[in-house]
């Protein structure tokens, strides 16, 4: 193994502090990454023409800073604690990572449950029958039998009103969400409402198509449509049936009212079906879209249901933007993977998805429910709120809570969350909370990951009350 060490700067310093400072430079730079096995002491001091006491000595000395690690049988390597400080940092030692212990980062659905089994047999089946003439480049809607069966599944589990020729297939919602907009900016739209708080993709992807972004409000029945008439814009963005990431509802008549008001403005509403297929105390909501498919865009994926390394989504689009669609689809690229489309096909048609989310239901409704408990036994003084559903709860802190001091806190304990304020727009627009999803952690887990947070909750109420006043 070869290293890039420049060993003639510094040349009136001896030669084992100069090795000593270009390795732990490189680590502090990220040239040298956590786990990277270094050259034997031999190996290194023939590369670098010097002797190998030299690099003994550098080796021992960088071990006892931290930066490397030494084994026997296992050679040198850089430490896994060890990680870059970047070019801007004055701190000469290495910024050291605390391993995750509790993800509760928001949106991953649990890892271990894809059904690996269905999805090859799902693959092979597929691939068997697949005409050569299918491996070429086709529609950029997407493969017929994946439009073809979502159209059938999402009608009968989401009410929507699905013709395949409206389907187009993308590399999951943040993609879709891109096509969409450049769509609808093409056709005249120049600004957009998303929700505040909202998931960060819908203004960002918004922003990317160079579309001006408003923010409007929700509470705990959704968004706020009586803000829209005075905005001025051309279409919404929102997520109806579990709000991201509140959890609210939109209300029954706040869904009237939206799609009043989009037909009497000539707008249109994107519909983002988060995190619909999940429900545990309370029927399923119908989509949006099957109330007015000439004015709603559609869009699903199956990144919470199966895993996000799928990069499958899809988007329903009303007859009148399709063309437009495929032809902005045709200039971005040719589209997804067949192969990975014609298994999910197979998998929805055979039943196995309908399978697989009945044993995850089961699953993440023991994860909540074991979240809640915790949240009662070891923070009496926070509340979880939003519906019953979802693979995410927002747990909302008590008056005066430093939101950002909590989080930093609670990584330098190994828990991994997001503040509720990475879903604002509008600085101090929301009350302190957290959002943890439970989706990827097991119940034990969550029992004692939540007993951290209220550790750092403790923590940060703690440095609040020391600091000067």
């Known amino acids: 193994m070869e290293l890039f060490l420049d060993l003639h700067r510094g040349n009136g310093a001896p030669l084992r502090r100069r090795l000593e400072r270009e390795l732990r430079t ?43 690690t030494a084994r026997q049988g296992a050679g040198t390597a850089v430490a896994q604690s060890a990680m870059a400080v970047g070019p801007a940092s004055r701190d000469p030692a290495p910024a050291l990572t605390v391993a995750v212990r509790y993800d509760f980062r928001y949106g991953v659905p649990d890892l271990s449950a ?33 439009r073809q069966a979502l159209a059938a599944y999402l009608g009968r589990v989401r009410g929507v009103v699905a013709d395949p020729a409206r389907l187009f297939i993308s590399g999951g919602t943040r993609q879709g969400l891109g096509l ?21 993709a819908q203004h960002e992807t918004a922003r990317d198509a160079g579309l001006q972004v408003v923010p409007v ?28 990431p509140t959890g609210a509802v939109l209300a029954p008549e706040r869904r009237a009212a939206l799609l009043d008001w989009a037909r009497r403005d000539d707008a249109i509403l994107v519909e983002d079906d988060y995190d619909a297929e999940y429900r545990y105390d309370r029927d399923p909501v119908g989509a949006l879209q099957g109330m007015a498919p000439d004015r ?8 919470k249901t199966l895993a996000p390394a799928l990069r499958i989504g899809w988007l329903l689009v009303p007859a009148q933007l399709v063309e437009a669609a495929v032809t902005r689809r045709m200039s971005a690229d040719r589209g997804e993977s067949v192969p990975a489309q014609l298994a999910l096909a197979d998998l929805i048609s055979r039943g196995e998805l309908d399978r697989h989310l009945r044993r995850t239901r089961r699953r993440y409704r023991a994860r909540r429910d074991a979240l809640v408990s915790a949240v009662g036994q070891h923070l009496p003084g926070a509340r979880v709120e939003g519906i019953a559903a979802g693979l995410h709860a927002v747990l909302r802190l008590s008056g005066g809570t430093d939101e950002c001091a909590v989080v930093r806190s609670a990584q330098q304990r190994g828990v991994a969350l997001d503040g509720l304020a990475t879903f604002c727009q509008l600085p101090g627009s929301s009350p302190p ?37």
Do not use: K, M
Not at 180 to 200: F, I, M, Q, S, T
């Open 296 to 303: 709603v865009v559609y869009a699903g994926s199956a990144s």
């Open 433 to 469: 909370a957290l959002v943890l999803g439970y989706g990827n952690v097991s119940e034990p887990a969550i029992a004692r990951g939540v007993a951290e947070v209220a550790e750092a909750c403790r923590s940060a109420a703690g440095l609040r009350a020391s600091a000067p006043r």
């Open 180 to 200: 969409v907009w450049r769509v609808l900016r093409d056709a005249g739209v120049r600004r957009v409402a998303v929700e505040e708080p909202g998931w960060p």
């Open 26 to 68: 490189a680590v502090q730079q990220g040239r040298l990454l956590p786990g990277v096995v270094l050259p034997s002491t031999r190996s290194l001091a023939a590369q670098l023409r010097v002797s190998r006491g030299v690099v003994v000595e550098a080796y021992a000395q960088l071990v006892a800073e931290g930066y490397l």
């Open 217 to 244: 409000a929700v509470d705990g029945r959704g968004l706020i449509v009586d803000d829209l008439p005075a905005l001025g814009v051309g279409a919404v963005a929102l997520t109806p049936a579990h709000q991201c």
């Open 114 to 146: 894809f059904p690996r089994a269905a999805w090859l047999a799902a693959g092979a089946r597929s691939l068997r029958v697949l005409p050569d003439a299918d491996l070429g480049y086709g529609d950029v809607r997407g493969a017929i039998e994946l």
